[in-house]
């Protein structure tokens, strides 16, 4: 699966920005996706992620409650919304799929997938403004 990532931009706090991701290739309905960030100076770290089959979801503390993600099977496309923005945020993001066919079919086995990432997209900047 190839990933493309678009949707970044500049806003400010408390704003909201909606990133997309669109997949090609016949895997996609076969992969859990997720959304992962670095900001400058630091390490690249999780954010969210989704089961291929769309019925668990996982966030990192940081975004639990602002960010959503979602996946849409018909348009090989996973989707990050994110409400009430903060400084804290801005950051390259990137989409990612894990290996085809993980379990991912109960939340543990879906946070077991954390760190098996291995596809991934060009970023897409988002930078919010105080």
């Known amino acids: 699966v190839q990933l493309q990532a678009s949707g970044g931009g500049l806003v400010q706090t408390g704003g909201s920005l909606r990133l997309t991701c669109t997949a090609s290739g016949a895997t996609f309905s076969t992969v859990a996706m997720g959304w992962f960030r670095q900001a400058p100076g630091k390490e690249r770290e999780f954010v969210a992620c989704?089961?291929?089959?769309?019925?668990?979801?996982y966030y990192a503390d940081s975004v639990k409650g602002r960010f959503t993600i979602s996946r849409e099977g018909t348009e090989n496309t996973v989707y990050l919304q994110m409400n009430n923005l903060r400084p804290e945020d801005t950051a390259v993001y990137y989409c990612?799929?894990?290996?085809?066919?993980?379990?991912?079919?109960?939340?543990?086995?879906?946070?077991?997938?954390?760190?098996?990432?291995?596809?991934w997209g060009q970023g897409t900047q988002v930078t919010v403004s105080s």
């Open positions: 990612s799929a894990a290996p085809p066919a993980a379990d991912d079919t109960n939340y543990r086995a879906l946070l077991a997938l954390l760190t098996k990432f291995n596809t």
């Open positions: 989704i089961s291929k089959g769309d019925t668990t979801t």
